[in-house]
């Protein structure tokens, strides 16, 4: 494990005293983040840059400085991408994406929540092909991540539609939950980064599996040490 975390941590959205007094309940309802957590790698934005030769390294930090917002977090991301000269097909990434595996133990794990009706969502700040594709693939009940635009031959225009801020996932948390009539306390969220940590303190059962950064830690109720998905599955139980 990470003894600091890879990026500026931001809390801003609860007080730690908060998070100390939160009561767990019966898990109805269990939130994923999506890269390192369902699949096994870092960033699956990182994975297309290391397709394409290309880093979003200077985009990272004017981001999280708030000179530049996500939208055009994500417009410089796929500008960087191209294929002969020209914008990347839409195919070309999904091509791409396709190929990052899945995290050991994840079938399990989801076959176990299943079993028990608890409902299940992805919420992930990379790109919505990949999450939508996971979900049917492993039967995850709702997906929330974000869209890239293409154009009439199917190149990706660098514009985006944007569900899911990169350090405000608790506000999808929040959102779906009261779709649902659930309450906070009935949610867990899974995370294994510093950008987790919001929707992991405002969940009744915050979890950091396979943590990166040190803070998530610090953030979470349970961690879970290791690549394996099902390691999840005792975790629940008692909340069942």
Same mark, same amino acid.
């Given at each position: 494990m990470k003894s600091?975390?890879?990026?500026?941590?931001?809390? @801003?959205?609860?007080?730690p005293s908060l998070f100390l007094r939160k009561k767990k309940g019966t898990v109805k309802?269990?939130?994923? #983040?999506? #890269?390192?957590?369902?699949? #096994? @790698?870092?960033?699956?934005? /990182?994975y297309i840059h290391e397709h394409? $030769?290309? @880093?979003?390294?200077?985009?990272?930090?004017?981001?999280?400085r708030g000179d530049i917002d996500y939208y055009e977090f994500i417009?410089? #991301?796929?500008?960087?991408w191209k294929t002969n000269g020209k914008s990347v097909k839409k195919t070309t990434i999904q091509k791409i994406l396709y190929s990052i595996p899945?995290?050991? $133990?994840?079938?399990?794990?989801? /076959?176990?929540?299943?079993?028990?009706e608890i409902q299940t969502a992805i919420v992930?700040?990379?790109?919505d092909i990949l999450a939508e594709k996971i979900a049917m693939?492993?039967?995850?009940?709702?997906s929330f991540a974000n869209e890239v635009k293409i154009d009439t031959d199917g190149r990706l225009t660098g514009e985006s539609v944007l569900h899911v801020d990169l350090i405000h996932k608790d506000k999808n948390v929040k959102a779906l939950a009261q779709q649902l009539h659930l309450p906070l306390n009935a949610c867990a969220a899974v995370g294994n980064s510093c950008f987790d940590i919001p929707m992991i303190e405002i969940c009744g059962l915050g979890i950091a599996f396979n943590p990166e950064d040190a803070c998530v830690v610090k953030s979470a109720d349970v961690v879970i040490e290791g690549k394996d998905l099902s390691r999840l599955i005792p975790i629940i139980k008692p909340y069942i």
């Open positions: 600091t975390c890879n990026y500026p941590c931001y809390r @801003t959205h609860t007080e309802l269990v939130f994923f #983040d999506m #890269d390192g957590v369902l699949l #096994d @790698t870092v960033s699956s934005w /990182r394409f $030769g290309t @880093t979003n390294k200077r985009s990272i930090l004017p981001y999280l417009r410089r #991301d796929v500008s960087l899945f995290m050991k $133990g994840v079938n399990e794990c989801i /076959r176990f929540l299943k079993e028990h992930s700040a990379g790109l693939d492993i039967g995850i009940d709702f």
